[in-house]
């Protein structure tokens, strides 16, 4: 336990899939002029540094979000995903000048505009003492008074006492809530499942997204599936994306590449990832279908490569 520290994977093609699809559903949710939740139950530090250590020593941001950067495209949602990025930059767009990679709670802080106006929530947790730590003076900065939490507690557990989100003056209630374990052990795969169903019992009409890494690993290969018989039993759409860069060139055995990847020992080890989505905007999958085929273009690395949105 704790082994795993995002700074190595910070802005790597997992983040690119999994902070896009985030951008994606955050620009369809804050249309609404009614007030939005967000709880992202396993933040981790909220900003890394792209020239530190951390980046330097796995390289995964270099074949991620830098090598995208690098690119001109005409895609909608990819150049908000660039924009949002410069933002963190100084309002800088070039690759070379990018240090700064934001995490899901800046994404989803920078993208929830209007904390105060509307009485938006962003609910953060966070378990890593380190990143705990690092997630609560980068909030601190905000000087976002009580509209962000940040909590160092399980997410899993923190999600229970949060849904459903409090009503708004015209008695709606909205929440996005994005589940992002390190996957570090098994039982995440487990406890995903359940957090999921759980929620769904107490708050069937949220938006949940979920990242999971595809590997040859029985819990991985089951997950989305099991969500997706969630979702159905509880009367809900859900969506199902991945994105596979290919040619990790190593023999990807079910355990110890995963582990060694995820401590940052091995920057190649991870190939493809995935996100369910349960609730859906309606719009999400033309956007996806839009952007993926992108994104394989710009960031795949050879045989196996491709993507996925059913
Ligand atoms: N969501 C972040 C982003 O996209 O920028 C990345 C999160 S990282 C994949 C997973 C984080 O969850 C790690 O920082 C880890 O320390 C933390 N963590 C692990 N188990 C946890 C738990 N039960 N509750 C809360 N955080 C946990």
Redesign the pocket.
Known sequence: M?S???GFH?GNHA?VL??MTLIALLHYLTQKETPLTVI??????GLYRLDGDYAHQSGEAGEGILRLLKQKTENETINAYRALIAQFNSGNLLSQDTKVYP???FIAQALLHNLDRMNDRLRL????PS?HRFLAGNVEQLRANRQVMVKR????EGLKALIPPPKSSTGSRRALV?I???Y?IKSDYQKVEWAIEDALKRFATGCYAVWYPIIPRQEAHGLPRRLKTLASQAGKTFLHATLNVGGTGLDMDAVGTFAAHRTGNVSRGLSASGMCIINPPHTLKATLDKALPELVRYLGRGKGQGFTVD
């Not at 992202?40 to 530090?45: K, M, N, P, S």
């Open positions: 704790f795993y520290r995002h910070a983040d999994k902070h992202d139950t396993h933040a981790g530090a995490g899901s709670p947790f966070e378990l890593h990143d507690e399980d997410g899993f994005l992002d374990p390190s570090e």
